[in-house]
DNA sequence: ACGTTCCGACGTCAGCGAAT
DNA sequence: ATTCGCTGACGTCGGAACGT
């Protein structure tokens, strides 16, 4: 842990953005959170050192991660924090532990209770696209039509049989994890099968990287959908104060009214 | 101990939109 | 038009929890 915290105290440090500004546009979802003061940060290692001038509401210790090394750095309360680099991660440390992962744009405000969060997964705008998206259903996989025609294990076609233009042959296959794929074969002199080189190295080589897709791809969904919750827990309690306040004021109300 | 059910993680396919 | 990345859907697997 040998992060440099320096402490600034105003808003006007070095290639800052306004984090007061920020913090406003913020607030429309948390109004009660509160700048005192501006930690500018530095985090540790010859790793994609994340500079971290960031972000967060008083009173809570929070700690600051890069995302790569998970490196952590302890922050004294009551700072306010202004998050300069993608990929970052913010922990805080009071009550459940939170997480939040600073994404796409640099210079965004993220506050530690999880009411603002700048990855997109966390916004509330609708996404036309995506909602279109959602909305169209899914044709079965191949591989589900081929066991609904109570189909074999693989299908195979006859040398010759859907032979193409470029002299390959489309087998459609089924087996093992996942849906089924179509394959193109080519033949050789006897006639036998076979894949040409260059295409199964291509296929590993977009199997490879949609696995990792696939991985990030659940790490995001699974941090949006903790995001939420967090968010959930934030408003009920929001709600619960809000509520107890205007319980308080009625009850004001009517012993000034009585008196 | 065993079978069953549930759950989370994974790999793959398919389809979409964006980039080239 | 093609390529690429993202993500929903699907099937599979392994482990935990549970009932018998």
Redesign the pocket.
Known sequence: MDGMVEENGTSGASGVTDPLASAASSASTTPHVVVTSIVQLTLPTQAPSAQVQSVIQPNQQSVIQTASNIQSVQLPKGNVILVSKPSSVIHTTQGTLQTLQIKPEPNTLVSTQGQSCSD??CSDDENP??N???M?????????IL?DLGGAEIAVIPAGALQTESGLHTL????????????QYATNQDGQFYVPEDQTR??E??????????????????EYIKCLENRVAVLENQNKALIEELKSLKELYCQQKTE
Do not use: H, M
């Open positions: 997109e997964s696209k995506r279109y998206r959602e169209l259903t899914r044709r079965p996989s191949y591989r589900k066991n459609a296959v089924s087996g093992g994890t996942g849906g089924g794929a179509i394959v291509k296929r080589l977009r199997l490879l990287k949609n696995r990792e897709a696939a991985r990030e791809c659940r790490r995001k969904k699974k």
